[in-house]
Nanobody
Framework: VQLVESGGGLVQPGGSLRLSCAAS????????MSWVRQAPGKGLEWVSD????????NYVDFVKGRFTISRDDAKSTLYLQINSLKPEDTALYYC????????????WGQGTQVTVSS
């Protein structure tokens, strides 16, 4: 299993980013996939998941309306569109394979850094 995130960067408050995660080594469409983040000095925080085959999505409450998870099963790629970025969104964002949704993850990528600062 390999998960490779990209798309992070430095962005001003109110800006947007689209994170991507290229997956390989397993049947992508058969699994939930999650985004999990870790802010500086804090623990891991589950953000969102999406069921396989373009199924239902879930979000932690404080990102609803700003974050949108999506996936392209034909490309084995997971996405996270982040709008209206806030400084408190600064974190290392990980893509993870999720066994049952809501952060029951067994494989992780290396992460992509999102920094929100003026």
């Amino acid at each position: 299993v390999q998960l490779v995130e990209s798309g992070g960067g430095l962005v001003q408050p109110g800006g947007s980013l689209r994170l991507s995660c290229a997956a390989s080594g397993f049947t992508f469409s058969s699994y939930y996939m999650s985004w999990v983040r870790q802010a500086p000095g804090k623990g891991l925080e589950w953000v969102s998941d999406m069921a396989g085959d373009g199924g239902r999505t879930n979000y932690v409450d404080f990102v609803k309306g700003r974050f949108t998870i999506s996936r392209d099963d034909a490309k084995s790629t997971l996405y996270l569109q982040i709008n209206s970025l806030k400084p408190e969104d600064t974190a290392l964002y990980y893509c993870a394979r999720d066994l049952a949704g809501r952060g029951e993850c067994d494989y992780w990528g290396q992460g992509t850094q999102v920094t929100v600062s003026s």
